[in-house]
């Protein structure tokens, strides 16, 4: 045994800066690495399970705690990751512990919890308790520790700490704080042959026996022979408990028997949660188009000077099959390959793609997984399987969580949809975006990064433009397909010449019938979830608000509820009007929920689904949704943004965008670009195969720029033009915005901080401070908002600009009144 005095820098999940040293005991000397997980204690009471970051012989200049446990025999976290982490730490203004946060699973992130004992002085006495410490004690005398929650499932109740302090205080019971591990193997029971029935002659004597008077249990045994073809030379055959009662249409009873008889072995064992199918068969190569190919050399070409690449192609360009043969050559060379997606819906397609290809060494990673299927994806790329029966994966598909995986090698960065803002981070810290940080997480592997869009961001374009990329464009879509035709139906005139039904234009009703009668199908684009946008009283114009939230609640007909779309609340709908008593209120404003219902009784044979974040929730929503539709089971697929995203269908004729206008109109300098992306892209879901698609906008500003750019297919155009506006009013891609969000309780502590806050920035940056100004949402979860933004020029060194920043905010903690100010800071807000 070692006997240096070594001490441990610990990362704990916490957003607070820096490390904390801890002594290493001396018997963990010899195992303790960079990267494994230690328990220890911080404060009075709590333990956490931190990262050991560094490992020295520094003696700090106060009396470290020790190290409590050693978590993990083998790194959890490399170098390469953390040198990742400390980037996006620095560069978007966050915490190490905040980054740790958000990077590790949460089946990873173990916190100590509250367990409650009884007291070593404590004699139960029935006659002293009242009828709930009775209860918590003759728990605790079962079960030696409960939590908090368990207790609450004892009493019938959730409120009992009032109850547990109170017997504290009677010395009862006491508190202590234990780690609970948050991994756990997934084990399933198995069968095989008992010991002494493993060769030929005793099976023959065994089915001898139970052919005399136990015929069920030799059926079992014949099955267990067939099924896992024992009789040729496979010694060690064994098979899952449960796929053997299935097959062989047993009861566990017969089962039983032939373990009881010592025939059979039951016994448990580690089995992966994740889907690996050993049977998939694979195609070799796929097969380029002449444009394609052209697009591929030129990659290539432009990847000798370039470490990103952008390929801007139209929509149903063939993107895909570039992208697969870039994956199989960077697999030819022993590398690892991230392919990014900005939707969860996007991997479901996807993924059935990839694995024609590349089988079991394609992964996926999104927080519709399980946390331990999480964890054990983490563990298979980090090459730490605990099971026998998987592949490792040379291939994560996956969204913007997916960069923070344990890569050791990493060859090739696919952003596929570029452009999409469901890439940046909004809550909570860090707020990462994945395209920018897939571009430095490239530089510590010495990868390349492919960006793709049909309607690239505009700040990547220009980047491709001033040669900071490469660009490489496909003007054709694969096979020869000819974009789809656009028609604009001004709702001006439908409405009023009464031709328009509900919320859907004649023209639009005329191309879904016959799209129908063609047994073709189709999109429906609104970028509004719910039944209705609002409820309002057509006497005083009174409208539902959110408690919490200075925003209207929504109303979702199939809960029947009015709903805040920020903080969850929700109320029932009220019967009147609460400011006037009034009985008469009246829908405003309509969304998917809406469409979906005034779709299916308008057109009653069309077998209509809708795709929005409430029919979504379950971690099967989006594959059944997709699937039903690619197999043809759905005519009409409703949705939001979702449908927007990449999603590939052969038989879409018609694609109808309800409502361009509440895109047009949202006050944001990127809403002109983003209503262009929306509409561009769920356009490209029409005429994919067989024959041309058919687009219809319905909108009130028929002639706005915007719109005609989107019936052109003109990206260029909408580029040139709002490039232009951005350089007129200072914003990026000249300008560089970092955004400071402060939060509080009380409007009036909120406005005189931020005030302050807004004057010492002055007096740093003078008038490339804006605000502060309430945001758009001046309120959310009881919580108003101030932001506050500074511009700097994109050849200004950022890190003077945050160093400017966070001198300001270091002072303003020093002020007593304002500590609890919230203060967050965005940097590049999408």
């Not at 990262?51 to 976290?77: A, G, N």
């Not at 949460?106 to 410490?133: C, G, H, M, N, W």
């Not at 949402?777 to 890190?799: A, D, F, L, M």
Request: hydrophobic letters at 35%.
């Amino acid at each position: 045994m070692s006997r240096t005095t070594l001490f441990a820098d610990v990362l704990l999940p916490l957003p607070v800066r820096g490390t904390f040293t801890y002594r290493v005991p001396y018997e963990l000397n010899e195992f303790v690495k960079p990267g494994q997980r230690v328990a220890v204690q911080f404060g009075k009471k709590k333990v956490y399970a931190g990262l050991i970051r560094r490992l020295h012989e520094e003696v700090p200049d106060y009396t470290p705690k020790y190290i409590l446990h050693l978590l993990d025999e083998k790194p959890l976290v490399n170098e390469i990751q953390f040198r990742f982490w400390e980037w996006i730490s620095s560069y978007y203004m966050s915490t190490l512990g905040e980054v740790m946060n958000v990077a590790l699973p949460s089946a990873f992130k173990l916190a100590s919890e509250s367990r409650v004992l009884l007291s070593d002085t404590f004699q139960p006495d029935r006659d002293i308790l009242d009828e709930y410490e009775y209860k918590i004690t003759e728990a605790l005398l079962s079960k030696k520790r409960l939590t908090v929650d368990e207790i609450g499932k004892t009493l019938g109740f959730q409120n009992v700490l009032p109850f547990l302090k109170k017997m504290i205080e009677k010395k009862m019971i006491v508190m202590e704080e234990e780690l609970e591990e948050g991994y756990r193997q997934k084990k399933e029971k198995f069968i095989r042959l008992g010991k002494d029935y493993r060769d030929e002659e005793a099976i023959k004597i065994a089915m001898e026996e139970l052919g005399k008077r136990a015929h069920k249990q030799l059926e079992l045994l014949m099955a267990f022979l067939a099924v896992t073809g024992y009789m040729q030379d496979n010694e060690d055959a064994e098979i899952k408990k449960s796929d053997l009662l299935k097959k062989a249409n047993a009861s566990t009873a017969v089962l039983k028997g032939l373990v009881e008889k010592g025939v059979f072995e039951e016994f448990e064992k580690a089995v992966t949660r994740l889907d690996f199918d050993p049977e998939l068969d694979q195609i070799k190569e796929v097969k380029l188009t002449s444009h394609q190919e052209e697009a591929y050399v030129l990659i290539h070409k432009k990847f000798e000077d370039h470490r990103v690449v952008l390929l801007h192609g139209v929509t149903s360009g063939g993107k895909t099959e570039l992208y697969i043969k870039l994956i199989r050559e960077a697999l030819d060379r022993g590398k690892q390959v991230l392919y990014l997606l900005p939707e969860i819906a996007l991997t479901t397609q996807i993924i059935t793609r990839l694995r024609r290809y590349f089988g079991n060494e394609v992964g996926i990673y999104h927080s519709r997984y399980s946390r331990n299927e999480r964890a054990e994806v983490w563990k298979n790329i980090a090459g730490q399987r605990d099971t026998e029966d998987t592949t490792q994966y040379r291939i994560i598909l996956g969204p913007r969580s997916s960069i923070f995986l344990p890569f050791t090698d990493l060859g090739l960065i696919i952003v596929d949809e570029e452009h999409d803002h469901s890439y940046k981070q909004f809550d909570p810290a860090p707020r990462y975006h994945a395209r920018d940080s897939a571009v430095y997480l490239s530089t510590l592997h010495n990868a390349k990064v492919l960006i793709g869009s049909a309607t690239p961001a505009i700040e990547s374009y220009y980047n491709a433009l001033q040669g900071k990329y490469g660009l490489v464009e496909i003007s054709q879509r694969y096979g020869g397909m000819k974009l789809p035709g656009i028609e604009v139906v001004d709702m001006r005139e439908e409405h009023r010449r009464r031709l328009a039904k509900s919320h859907f234009s004649s023209v639009l009703m005329k191309a879904m019938k016959d799209a129908l009668e063609e047994q073709s199908q189709i999109i429906l684009f609104q970028n509004r979830r719910g039944f209705s946008l609002r409820i309002e009283c057509e006497s005083c114009h009174w409208v539902p608000m959110c408690r919490n939230c200075d925003v209207t609640l929504t109303y979702h007909k199939h809960s029947e509820l009015l709903k805040c779309h920020y903080c969850g609340y929700s109320t029932h709908v009220p019967p009147s009007c609460e400011n006037c008593g009034s009985t008469h209120l009246k829908m405003q404003g309509f969304g998917t929920e809406k469409v979906e219902e005034e779709l299916s009784l308008l057109l009653p044979d069309a077998r209509i689904s809708r795709m929005d974040l409430d029919s979504t929730r379950s971690k099967k929503a989006y594959h059944r949704i997709l699937t039903d539709f690619g197999e043809r089971k759905t005519d009409i697929l409703v949705g939001t943004q979702m449908v927007t995203k990449g999603l590939d269908f052969d038989h879409v004729r018609v694609v109808g965008i309800l409502s361009a206008d509440n895109m047009l109109s949202f006050p944001d300098f990127r809403a002109h670009e983003r209503s262009f992306q929306l509409m561009a892209q769920v356009s490209g879901r029409s005429g994919r195969k067989y024959r041309q698609g058919k687009v219809i906008i319905q909108t009130w500003q028929p002639e706005h720029p915007i719109i005609r750019f989107v019936v052109k297919h003109d990206y260029r155009a909408m580029f040139d033009q709002q490039l232009a506006e951005r350089k007129k009013f200072r914003y990026p891609p000249f300008y560089r915005l970092i955004v400071i969000r402060l939060k509080h309780r009380k409007s009036n502590v909120l406005h005189e901080a931020s005030e302050l806050f807004a004057i010492e920035l002055r007096k740093i940056f003078g008038n490339r401070v804006m605000g502060p100004e309430f945001p758009l949402v001046g309120r959310i979860r009881n919580y108003y908002i101030k932001h506050i933004i500074i511009k700097s020029p994109r050849n200004e060194k950022t890190q003077l600009v945050k160093d400017g920043i966070y001198e300001v905010f270091e002072n303003f903690r020093k002020r007593g009144s304002y500590k609890s100010v919230i203060v967050q800071f965005d940097v590049d807000p999408q």
